[in-house]
């Protein structure tokens, strides 16, 4: 047997061994060679260099809050105690800085005088910063003494009327510092008064008055700079103050005497404080801050600009040339519409011999026009009033809205041309013409109405027999063209017609919602945008008047008419302007009303 070699060795028997998996270390990363927080950095610079080449980038101030990348939570407002001692203290600061620095000159208390009188007035305001924020209180201040043309009043009593809000519609998305504040009219007393109107204000006076309505400024706050340049603001006389002590400046359809043009003698009687009362406004609710229960004087000061100037604006256009004045207003239940009305009666328009209103209302207010028209109509005033609806006799569930039964614009155009033909006899195609209307007022739109072609041969279908005591004609004979209603029932351009629009141009039912009725956006019409092109072609004289036009003439004389007792407003209610003032604005958006509210002293 052979042997083997040495070196070859003899392989072991291979054993099965149980194989193990390792387990994964789990750990952080190992630090970066190179340091990148520089590189980051740069980064950084780079696109903040970028945001601030972008305008669309940058938040304005006021929506500053908005900014998510600010951790810092919203500061509460300011108590009245913490702004005092604030305002305290930068009034002594400004004192010791203006008698640090010694000026080269002998005369050093002439320098640091004017200075030193300046001190800060807390102001608080209601207001909002567009139409898309919430209408809340906000707190300020000013400088006084105000400037030398200028006066500061301490605001007592203002109104709020619907007519104000359709100033945040006006201003739409204000992108301006200021905010937009609410209300117009205000009544006061004067607290400081510039170097320049010495003589004509005094210090003290009780005035009342309405602000620029092209300016943001509202007054429905505790304190106001007054401009007499573009404000209006009348100084109360003692006899003025005298007469509105014993005038009821709220509508009353009760049985009460309520006749226009009746005095009162009332200068033996005793001379009234702000707090004098004689209108009481009837309790709705039970507020939180409560009031007196009848008006007082400085309240019915402050209700009396708005509406009479916002009438005057829309009569301004009148034309005198004729003693027979016959006035259709669309919308005469509203504020605006009531006021016309009662203007229309009073001593202002006696250079008409008669003048006959027809009034275009809704059926649910004429229970209430109806009393009130009776009370001022008289022989040579006649008001008549013609409904665009009737009464609903379906079955409606509660807080279920109530659906509007508009009428045919055939029916509504019958009982107008009864109207407007009341006194008029023997009418035909040679004379119909100057008996139509020398001006149609319209507040509330309606081109379902009066911008609609009327089908006369169903009216001359109807038996009615007014028709046959006055018309010596067909209505289609009265009418052969077919032209819009509203050329069928005013008179020529030639004998002074005129069409005063104080709503939208494009609405096609009648509204009394504000925000529909005077929304300043692209509902407006070209004929609102151009009046002048549209005077050119039109039938007749047209006029816009949906801003608001103020003049100090207009507000002494609805002074002087509310004295003589012939004019009066529907006032809704009567509180301060602490309590809970959401659900009012609420009812102002939705209807034609008037709030008055007593200010706190701040």
Not at 52 to 62: A, C, D, L, Q, V
């Amino acid at each position: 047997m052979s042997e083997q070699p040495e070196d070859i060795k003899t392989p072991e028997p291979f054993v099965m061994e149980e194989t193990r998996k390792k387990k994964k270390s789990v750990g952080f990363a190992p630090a970066p060679v190179e340091d990148l927080y520089e590189h980051h950095q740069k980064l950084k610079e780079i696109h903040d260099e970028k945001a601030k080449s972008n305008p669309f980038h940058k938040i304005p101030p006021e929506l500053a809050y908005l900014d998510k990348s600010k951790k810092e939570a919203p500061k509460p407002l300011l108590t009245y105690a913490e702004i005092m001692r604030r305002l305290k203290g930068k009034q002594q600061q400004s004192n010791t800085e203006s008698l640090s620095v010694v000026p080269p000159t002998n005369n050093v208390s002439n320098v640091t005088k004017s200075e030193e009188n300046f001190r800060y007035v807390p102001v608080k305001e209601l207001s909002t910063q567009n139409s898309e924020t919430a209408i809340n209180f906000h707190y300020g201040e000013f400088k006084v003494p105000p400037p030398i043309d200028k006066l500061v009043v301490n605001i007592k009593f203002a109104s709020l009327n619907s007519f104000d809000l359709s100033k945040i519609n006006k201003f739409g998305l204000n992108v301006s510092e200021e905010k937009i504040g609410l209300g117009y009219e205000f009544s006061g007393i004067i607290l400081h008064l510039g170097a320049s109107l010495k003589g004509k204000y005094n210090k003290g006076d009780l005035v009342f008055g309405i602000v620029n309505p092209l300016a943001r400024k509202g007054s429905l706050s505790s304190t106001l700079l007054i401009d007499p340049k573009s404000d209006c603001v009348v100084v109360l006389s003692q006899d003025a103050l005298n007469k509105l002590n014993h005038i009821d400046i709220k509508i009353d359809n009760s049985e009460a005497n309520f006749v226009v043009g009746d005095e009162e003698d009332v200068t033996q009687q005793q001379s009234p404080t702000i707090s004098s009362t004689a209108t009481p406004v009837a309790r709705k609710h039970t507020y939180t801050f409560p009031v007196e229960e009848n008006l007082p004087v400085l309240a019915k000061a402050s209700s009396i600009p708005l509406y009479y100037c916002r009438a005057k604006q829309m009569l301004d256009h009148l034309d005198g040339r004729h003693k027979l004045l016959k006035v259709l207003v669309n919308g005469a239940d509203t504020m605006t519409g009531l006021t016309i009305i009662q203007l229309l009666n009073s001593s202002v328009y006696e250079d008409f011999d008669e003048i006959d209103v027809i009034g275009v209302i809704r059926e649910a207010s004429f229970p209430f026009m109806d009393k009130f028209c009776r009370k001022i109509d008289n022989v040579n005033r006649k008001i008549h009033l013609v409904t665009f609806d009737s009464v609903n006799e379906d079955i409606v569930l509660p807080g279920e809205k109530v659906p509007i039964n508009y009428k045919k614009p055939e029916l509504f155009a019958l009982q107008i041309l009864e109207k407007m033909f009341m006194y008029e006899e023997n009418i035909n195609p040679r004379n119909v013409n100057g008996c139509k209307l020398d001006c149609i007022v319209d507040l509330v739109g309606s081109k379902k109405y009066f911008q609609r072609v009327i089908n006369y041969n169903r009216l001359d279908d109807i038996n009615v027999d007014w028709t046959k005591e006055r018309l010596s004609g067909s209505f289609k004979q009265l009418f052969p063209l077919k032209e819009e209603f509203i050329l069928n029932i005013l008179k020529p351009k030639s004998q002074g017609s005129t069409f005063i629009l104080g709503c939208r141009f494009d609405i096609h039912e009648p509204c009394y919602e504000v925000d529909k009725r005077l929304n300043y956006g692209w509902g407006k019409s070209i004929w609102g945008t151009l009046p002048s092109l549209a005077n050119g072609f039109s039938k007749y004289n047209y006029f816009e008047e949906m801003e608001l036009r103020i003049r100090e003439s207009w507000v002494r004389e609805g002074l002087k008419v509310v004295t003589e007792g012939s004019l009066q407003f529907e006032i809704a209610d009567y509180l301060d302007w602490r309590n809970p003032y959401m659900e009012m604005i609420a009812k102002l958006r939705q209807d034609s009303l008037k709030y008055i509210l007593k200010i706190e002293d701040f």
